[in-house]
């Protein structure tokens, strides 16, 4: 069975340092998303991509984030500096139009 | 924007014993309802999800109900055993630009006791 994958599985970072997330979703998915997860809650959505075109980055921290598709298949998630705050699971998932989100299985971000 | 409610933060059951998971949406534009399974260190998976042109789905022990005048909708785990234990998230969407946006909800800790 076709699964997301995630790379790293788990960052340890300083603040201020620059960490990048990469992502390759299912064959044939264009619909792609990255979603935060601090521990103890829910997924929360920071951007959706369709194809290599941002749909949605309204709850992206644009002053220190970004996110890339270039090619629309695998994408790349940066935040640069690190803070404190940015600790959390980031997920990565991807569907086939109004279908099912397949998740990958996260990286797990640590910032000392 | 949406604000998915769900409750209960934790929940203990007996194994064999039913569990319900309820959530509230904000939403009435809300069509889509999945509900996700998150074990320790991996990420969530689908376990069972309603559209809102129907009001209930089965799938073996697992069945969600969808009461959209109320906007509720809950997760029913019937003949628990002990790998049901796991988070639970349930989340409401809205499909716009051909996909789904997803609002989840907090999570259900589930422990099922042998």
């Known amino acids: 069975e076709a699964e997301v994958a995630q790379s790293p599985r788990y960052k340890i970072t300083e603040k201020s340092q620059a960490v990048a997330f990469w992502c390759d979703p299912i064959s044939g998915h264009a619909t792609l998303y990255w979603y935060r997860q601090i521990l103890g809650q829910g997924p929360e959505l920071l951007v959706q991509?369709?194809?290599?075109?941002?749909?949605?980055d309204s709850q992206l921290p644009k002053d220190r984030f970004s996110a890339e598709r270039l090619k629309g298949v695998d994408s790349t998630l940066k935040i640069q500096p690190a803070e404190l705050g940015d600790s959390a699971m980031y997920l990565c998932?991807?569907?086939?139009?109004?279908?099912?989100?397949?998740f990958g299985p996260g990286t797990r971000l640590t910032v000392l | 924007g949406e604000n998915v409610e769900q409750h209960p933060s934790t929940l203990s059951v007996q194994e064999g014993d039913s569990a319900v998971i309820k959530c509230t949406y904000s939403d009435s534009a809300s069509n889509y309802f999945p509900w996700y399974k998150q074990e320790l260190g991996k990420g969530p998976q689908l376990i069972i999800d309603i559209r809102s042109n129907v009001g209930e789905k089965k799938d073996q022990r697992i069945a969600v109900t969808l009461n959209k005048t109320a906007k509720h909708f809950s997760l029913h785990i019937t003949e628990t055993q002990p790998e049901d234990s796991a988070v639970y998230f349930c989340a409401a969407g809205y499909s716009g630009a051909g996909s789904y946006q997803l609002t989840f909800g907090k999570g259900t800790k589930l422990s099922v006791i042998p």
């Open positions: 998932a991807s569907s086939s139009g109004a279908d099912t989100q397949y």
């Open positions: 991509f369709q194809d290599e075109s941002v749909v949605d």
